[in-house]
């Protein structure tokens, strides 16, 4: 019997951790986390990461499992939630699906489960090479081995190029071969069910921007992203260090750019990155959007809830 799995998404600064963690106090949930910072040990007011207090009394899944020099693959996260999801079930339980990183989503919904995981060694020489001859260069190399994906992804997109190049050297076949090998066999086990929290103008999610990262900054963001700084073992090329607001601030202590051009900067790409995951959203037809500035949002999640989970 397919089981449906209800994912709370939406854009960044709509409250999706926090509507989550009142929908555990109403039902036996437990949240899997789908954000690529979060899971980062040492990364928590910039990363918005629910409270230790919320994390004791609801269980949250995949937040700090790897440390900010590690790696972590949307096919890393499409296994591991996976397997979460059984072992929720097993023991009785609703798992929930709660993020932004659409990337993730789309592992998951797409199954790529089966993709090789992230090769450290690997991932080293792809970036020694891009060091010398460019991210561009890298990406014409891949429109040689694999067309179909280098058309999908943007020249500047060094994340997904060294992911799709990475998954050549490991299995000498292109992504795009394996995934529609994939796409044929696959068997749909999970029914995805998705609630959109989205604003009705793009001034309310702007002003929410705003507030929230400058109370990051007041709750001490900046000597978080300097003990990161601090360490011997971290750069900006990491993903962890890419993450907004960090990548920003690194720059400031890098004496780049002013700590009050590191704050706008940080500002200016999280609306970028929200404006990023509206666009992916508006992509998916059939999603239930639901206004995240009502007063009324808890109730309306819940009845929506109540309506989709439990309708045979």
Not at 83 to 108: A, D, F, Q
Not at 305 to 310: Q, V
Request: proline residues 4%.
């Amino acid at each position: 019997m397919l089981k449906k799995i209800i994912c709370i998404t939406g854009p960044t600064a709509t409250g999706k951790s926090t509507i989550a963690i009142e929908l555990a106090k109403n039902w036996p949930i437990e949240i899997i986390n789908m954000d690529s910072a979060t899971i980062y040990r040492g990364m928590d007011i910039g990363t918005a990461k629910p409270s230790l207090y919320s994390r004791s009394i609801i269980s949250q899944h995949l937040i700090d499992i790897r440390e900010p020099y590690e790696t972590y693959s949307a096919a890393d996260f499409c296994h591991d939630t996976n397997l979460l999801i059984k072992e929720i079930i097993e023991r009785g339980n609703i798992p929930m699906i709660v993020g932004g990183t659409m990337m993730y989503y789309n592992s998951l919904r797409f199954n790529l489960d089966d993709l090789p995981t992230a090769n450290k060694e690997i991932r080293q020489d792809i970036e020694a090479k891009a060091n010398i001859i460019g991210w561009t260069e890298l990406h014409k190399y891949l429109s040689q081995i694999d067309p179909k994906t280098a058309l999908k992804i943007s020249p500047h997109d060094r994340q997904r190029i060294q992911r799709a190049i990475e998954i050549y050297a490991i299995t000498g076949k292109p992504m795009s071969s394996l995934l529609n090998i994939r796409d044929k066999k696959q068997e749909q086990t999970n029914i995805y069910i998705t609630l959109s929290l989205e604003p009705p103008e793009r001034q309310y999610l702007h002003e929410k921007i705003i507030d929230r990262f400058n109370l990051m900054i007041e709750n001490g963001l900046v000597d978080e992203v300097y003990s990161l700084y601090s360490r011997n073992d971290l750069n900006q090329d990491l993903p962890s260090i890419k993450c907004v607001g960090y990548k920003q601030l690194w720059d400031f202590f890098e004496n780049k750019i002013s700590l009050k051009t590191a704050i706008e900067k940080s500002i200016i790409a999280t609306k970028k990155l929200a404006k990023r995951q509206m666009t992916w959203l508006r992509s998916q037809k059939e999603r239930t959007i639901v206004d995240c500035s009502s007063k009324e949002l808890l109730k309306n999640v819940i009845d929506f809830i109540n309506t989709t989970l439990y309708k045979s």
